[in-house]
Each structure stands twice: as C-alpha cells, then as structure tokens.
C-alpha cells in the first residue's frame, strides 16, 4: 500500500511541476562557505561573540564550521512582482553534538534542527508606475554600514526619479503588544529615508536620516558590561529601554584619475531613557535618563596603480562617553552592523560567527581607526592584500585591575593582517588570512591577569573555501 502511495505522490508531483513553473519564473543562488580557525594563541577571545577573558598564557584549537545559505527568487509579470526566500544553516561546528541549534548537528550522524530564515518578503513594482516599487517582509536594509546595515522586517518604498534613487520605509524591530487598559509601552519602529545622487561624473554621494523610538511603561534594563561582553553598546540590545533617538548621515564617493575616496559623517541624538547603566569600573550609574549626543566620521583615499594594484588609507573616529555619572551618553551608537576591517578585533577572520566585536567602536569609548590597506590582484585568479592597523579609543577606559588600584588607557594596538585568495573555479574561492595584534595597554582590561599593562598579544589565521552561484 506504501508503494502506491509514494508512485500516485510521485505521479501527481510530476504533472503539478510543469504548472509551478510556468506560473512563476525561479531563479536560485547560494553561498555556501566552509571555514576553519587555523591556529590562535588566544582561541578564548574567538569563542562567540564578546570575546575574552584572555588567559595567561596560549589557548590555541584548531576547528571548523559550515555556513550555508540558500535563496530563491520567483519572479512574475516581467519581473515586476517577486518574492523571495532565503534559508541559512549554521554556521555547524565540525564535531557539534546536539538537536537543536545554529550550531548544532556537526557531530555523529548530523541531524539536527539548524535551518533559520534570513530573507523572506515580497518586491513589486506599481502598476501605476513602475519606477516606483515596494518591499515587505524580511529583508536586508542598506542605509550605512557604520550604522545600520542588516536583515530587517519591515516595508519600503523605493525608486528612482529625477536622477537620483531614493528609499523611505518603517520598520519593527522588537513587537510589544498591550494587554491592559492605559499601558503606554510600545514596539520598537523605525522610519528612515536615503536619497543617492550623482551631483558630478565620478562623484557620488547620499544622504540619509533615522528616527527610532520606543516608549516604555515603567521599569529599566540593566545595561552593563564585563569582561565577556565587548559589543552591548548597540540599539538592537537595548530593547527593553525607552528609546528615541534621531541620526542623520551624509556620504559619498568620489574617483579622479587614479585617485578615489570616500566619506561619511553622522551625527546622532535624543534620548535613552529608564536605562540602569553600569561602567566597566562596575559601577551603576547615577542616573538612568540620559541625552544622547554623538557623531561618526570616516574618510577614504586611495590611489589605483598599475597592474591592478591599490592602496587606500582609511580613517574613522565614532565619539566616546567620557563621563558615565553624567546624565549625557556622548558614545556614538549604531543599530545593527557587521565591521570586518580588523582580524582581531572584528569580523575580520573568516570564521566570522566569533568575532569580539561586530561595531566600529567598543562599548560607549567609541573608536579611533588608522588604516592602511594594501590590495594587488596578481592574475586573473589570485589577489592579495593586507593591512597595517592602528586602534585606539576615543576616550579612557578606566577600570581597576586585579589589585583594586585604577587604571585608564586608550590604546588598543597596532595590528598587521595579510590574505590570500584564489580562484579554485570562477565561483569556488580558497581564501587564507592572518592578523597579530601588538596588544596596547588598554587591553589589560580584557586579560584575566589585570595589573595595568597589556601582557598578551594576539595572533589568529583563519582559512575558507567559498562557492558562490
């Protein structure tokens, strides 16, 4: 009986396919990337996310993970109505035991509950007009990658006119919804616009505005740091605060001859209120409303050589919080954001799932960047590069080390990184890289043997073999 079953199943199957098909067109693509952490001394500061504390002495393992992601898009009336699906697995850790999880399934006969989704929503464009068009649902939001650059669910108006290209849209980031009478919480939204523009030949630029805001009923989040949480200074992890915070950013990019560049400058205020917020002295603050004012800057020069050779300098600076007893936040903060500019301290290793931090600043001390980037593509299917990185923050860390007696810095190291990638086929890439961090001495803060000095170095190489379709 079984068997009938499975052939009237396969029979139906096979003469609905045809009807599928013709009543939408279907295009699938994937990124299906296998990484290894080849060696670190510190493989402590790589174990998800936050990093530390870094021990006395070497930590070093040698692992792997997959990520997976896999997307299709169905498109109809002439590509004027689409939706589209994205599914991601992992990353699975070579060896990962368990039933359930990003991470789980790795070990003895897989099998495990790791599918998450990454994109889900619907792009259309009016019928009235189809310069313009809409999306909603699950998908990526592009207004800054220094401020909010990531999977969103929300809706979008977007189009071209007048020879410039705009979005305005409304997003949810976090859903409340009442179930008494008088209860003045909200959901966390967010409306933004963006308009690109082409003001010169070779010269373009945006400029963008965000307003986020949540309103609270009562209560506080416990806002803190340790030595295990590099990155909780983000919008995205302060939902339970009252947020209403404004930010508005100009950029652009420009080529002249064989000089190029680029810029950015944002600035960001309002409020974060009925917050209890704790130091990295541990200390709670005093206060628990604060005014928010901030700023973020990056400048980029470049110069393109011959033989498909560049190099660019890159500079940024994200304000700090100088004073945690008064009742201004000052640290620049950006929503969601993924930064891969340095291997030690960012996303920058290919097992880009443990990272430190994924912001460009640390927690409310904002950041200071000194870059200089070298890339050479050395033939058609090799490339090679590096950079010589030089960090810091943009105010004091100040704590108390193992012995009770205060300490404040700011210098967070000098870092040299070099890759290589090779094209195996045209969409199959082995790609090595490496950084070491020359350790300054604020970052005994994240050492667990704190005296004041910055005793551990930090080496990582990390390796992947990426297709791409």
């Not at 609270?216 to 947020?243: F, I, N, P, R, T």
């Not at 209403?244 to 944002?266: A, E, H, Q, R, V």
């Amino acid at each position: 009986m079984k068997r009938v079953l499975f052939f009237l199943l396969a029979v139906v199957s096979l003469a609905v396919t045809p009807l599928l098909v013709s009543a939408a067109d279907m295009q699938v693509h994937g990124d299906f990337n296998n990484r290894f952490m080849l060696g670190s001394n510190h493989d402590e500061w790589f174990n998800g996310s936050g990093g530390g504390p870094l021990e006395d002495g070497s930590v070093t393992n040698l692992w792997g993970e997959a990520k997976y992601r896999l997307w299709a898009d169905f498109s109809t009336n002439n590509g004027k109505v689409k939706g589209v699906y994205a599914a991601e697995w992992g990353a699975l850790e070579y060896g990962a035991g368990g039933s359930v999880g990003k991470s789980a399934g790795g070990g003895f006969s897989g099998d495990a509950v790791n599918i998450e989704t990454r994109w889900l929503y619907t792009d259309f464009k009016l019928p009235w007009n189809d310069k313009l068009g809409v999306k909603m649902g699950l998908f990526p939001l592009k207004l800054n990658k220094y401020f909010w650059e990531e999977t969103q669910m929300g809706v979008q108006l977007y189009g071209g006119l007048s020879g410039s290209n705009f979005i305005f849209g409304w997003t949810r980031g976090d859903e409340y919804r009442s179930v008494k009478k008088n209860d003045d919480t909200t959901s966390l939204d967010s409306i933004y616009a963006k308009v690109d523009f082409k003001p010169a030949d070779n010269f373009k630029m945006n400029i963008w505005a965000d307003y986020l805001f949540k309103n609270l009923d009562g209560g506080s989040e416990l806002v803190g740091v340790s030595a295990k949480q590099g990155e909780w200074y983000e919008a995205k992890l302060m939902k339970a605060a009252e947020l209403d915070i404004f930010t508005i950013g100009l950029g652009g990019d420009f080529k002249s001859g064989n000089f190029f560049g680029g810029f950015d400058f944002i600035y960001q205020g309002g409020s974060v209120d009925k917050v209890s917020y704790k130091d990295y002295l541990g200390n709670t603050a005093p206060d628990d409303n604060y005014d928010l004012n901030a700023w973020f800057a990056r400048l980029d020069l470049g110069y393109n050589f011959c033989c498909d050779m560049k190099l660019t300098y890159r500079f940024w600076y994200a304000s700090g919080d100088d004073d945690s007893d008064d009742s201004d936040f000052n640290g620049y903060m950006a929503v969601d954001v993924d930064t891969f500019d340095s291997v030690v301290l960012m996303e920058g290793p290919y097992t880009d799932d443990d990272y430190f931090v994924e912001t460009p600043y640390i927690g409310d001390k904002g950041f200071i960047m000194n870059e200089l980037l070298f890339a050479w593509k050395t033939s058609k299917k090799t490339t090679i590069g590096g950079g010589l990185l030089y960090m810091m923050l943009a105010e004091d860390l100040e704590y108390k080390d193992n012995n009770g007696k205060s300490q404040s810095d700011d210098a967070l190291g000098l870092e040299v990184n070099a890759y290589v990638k090779y094209k195996l086929y045209d969409n199959l890439e082995f790609a090595i890289n490496a950084g070491y961090l020359f350790a300054g001495d604020a970052m005994d803060y994240w050492e667990s043997d704190k005296d004041g000095n910055a005793d551990e170095d930090i080496f990582v190489s990390t390796a992947r073999v990426r297709y791409n379709f």
